[in-house]
């Protein structure tokens, strides 16, 4: 079906209530310590294995685009959550609070910092291979460490445990109060999916159409089958975010009651034990 006709265009409605789940997920999410790092320096202190992806929350490799969040001690002195004032010409900023993650030496968007936590984006110009990533708080910065960068580093944004966030095309959110129906078309949101045609902005907040150059790629699994490839309608920037992607599914008339979902790029797929909402 051509994206003129339904596909990206038509999310940039009203979407009120998968906004704000979105929004909670990307931005302001507190999950505990992954991996405690601990010292008695004032400095920031963190390791390679206390960064994460953002969608998954797993250790594992990144990519450009990519939502990751980064557990550590004495990050920031204070918490403070992006808000539109610090967003300049669409533009996340690379400063709040004083502090700044650095990525090879790039400047890195931000979502949030506080004292423990921070949410940061992956520069989207970036290319596959092992990159330095370095804190820095009111100039005192943190120990550089190593972090692999893969062209796509799949995952699905949750809430409620374990349960995908996607959304009906009246902009409700899918959940067991409201389950996707077999035959329904979807919009489910994943981070990690790498680079667009055309190229994003690094920290720019989507505003046109922007499918993954992974496309051909991508797969989605339910209870482990794979559907059709034709079915999956869209696959790109999600409006009004910045690192936050969406896919437009056409789920089949054969629908498994609450099924697992991953999403399979190449050799890499999401995490297990994932559900999706459907009767």
Known sequence: MPLGSFGYTRYFRGRPTVAIIVGLAV???????????????????????????????????????????????????STQVVASTDVVAGVLPTSLAGVAVWVNAVPAPLFLVSPTQINFLIPYDL?????????????????????????????????????????????????????????????????????????????????????????????????????????????GLAPGFAGLYQINLQLPSTLPVNPQIQLVVGSQISPASIQLSAQ
């Open 27 to 77: 931005q302001t999410f507190f999950v505990p310590l992954r991996a405690q790092v601990t010292g008695s320096s004032t400095s920031p202190l963190y390791s390679a294995q206390s960064i994460v992806n953002g969608a998954t929350q797993t250790v594992e490799a990144l990519a450009p685009n990519a939502i990751a969040t980064l557990y550590g001690t004495n990050l920031s002195f």
């Open 127 to 235: 290319t596959p291979g092992t990159v330095t990533v370095l804190v820095a708080r009111q100039g005192i910065a943190g120990p550089g460490v190593s972090v692999q960068i893969n062209s796509t580093s799949p995952g699905l944004f949750l809430w409620n445990g374990n349960s995908a966030i996607a959304i009906h095309l009246n902009g409700q959110l899918v959940s067991a109060a409201a389950p996707a129906a077999p035959a329904e078309i979807i919009v489910i949101y994943a981070g990690g999916l790498g680079r667009t045609a055309p190229d994003a902005t690094s920290g720019q907040l989507a505003n046109i159409p922007a499918p993954i150059v992974a496309a051909a790629q991508l797969g989605v699994l339910l209870n482990g089958s794979l559907i059709p490839h034709s079915d999956i309608l869209y696959a």
